[in-house]
């Protein structure tokens, strides 16, 4: 039987400061899903990151080595045109929780709106780490918390190194 995916480009957009294993779970699902599954960084965020996206880009690469068919970008501007110059059909997202739902409902719709021929997929996230953010993983890490199993070591180091450097040092 044909597959109907076949020669299907999906992105799969964040800001991944940095990534964490609830990433990588979808990474994972949604390499099996399309035929080539770009992760693509936002560069021009407003957000203040802790890490350049040259730093993401790395650490991203790094942790998505397994997968051949996953590939590492970065972009500016518009998600939609970004995926249009790709040659992508489909938007990545994954769901934790209903706190999720609302965001990227409102995004879908402004993308879709955009783009109709863009749909964006959502993936429920795997629940071993439903509770897992960049946001609060680099909370914990700063407050000398333990992060081990929620992303990957070379990630947990250079988190050490970015938040606790001086620290460590000092000790
Ligand atoms: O991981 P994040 O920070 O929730 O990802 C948000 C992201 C990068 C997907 C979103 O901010 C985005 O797509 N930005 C690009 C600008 C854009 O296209 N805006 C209009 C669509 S809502």
Do not use: C
């Not at 599954?37 to 021009?44: C, F, P």
């Not at 209903?98 to 879709?112: C, F, G, H, K, P």
């Amino acid at each position: 039987m044909p597959n109907p995916n076949q020669g299907s480009v999906a992105i799969y957009p964040g800001s991944f400061d940095p990534i964490t294993y609830g990433h990588l779970d979808l990474i994972e699902r949604g390499s099996r899903l399309f035929n080539r599954l770009i992760v693509a960084i936002l560069s021009n965020d407003s957000k203040e990151p802790l890490f350049s996206v040259a730093e993401r880009r790395e650490m991203l690469a790094q942790s998505v080595k397994a997968y051949p068919n996953v590939e590492v970008d970065s972009f500016n501007g518009l998600l939609v045109d970004y995926a249009s110059q790709r040659g992508a059909t489909a938007l990545l997202r994954g769901i934790r929780a209903i706190s999720d739902y609302e965001y990227e409902l409102q995004m879908a719709l402004m993308n879709r709106r955009l783009r109709p021929d863009i749909e964006t997929v959502f993936l429920m996230a795997g629940e071993a780490y439903s509770f897992v953010s960049s946001r609060l993983v680099k909370q914990v890490i700063g407050l000398g918390g333990n992060i081990s199993g929620l992303v990957p070591p070379l990630v947990e180091a250079r988190l050490r190194d970015r938040l606790l450097g001086d620290k460590q040092e000092r000790r």
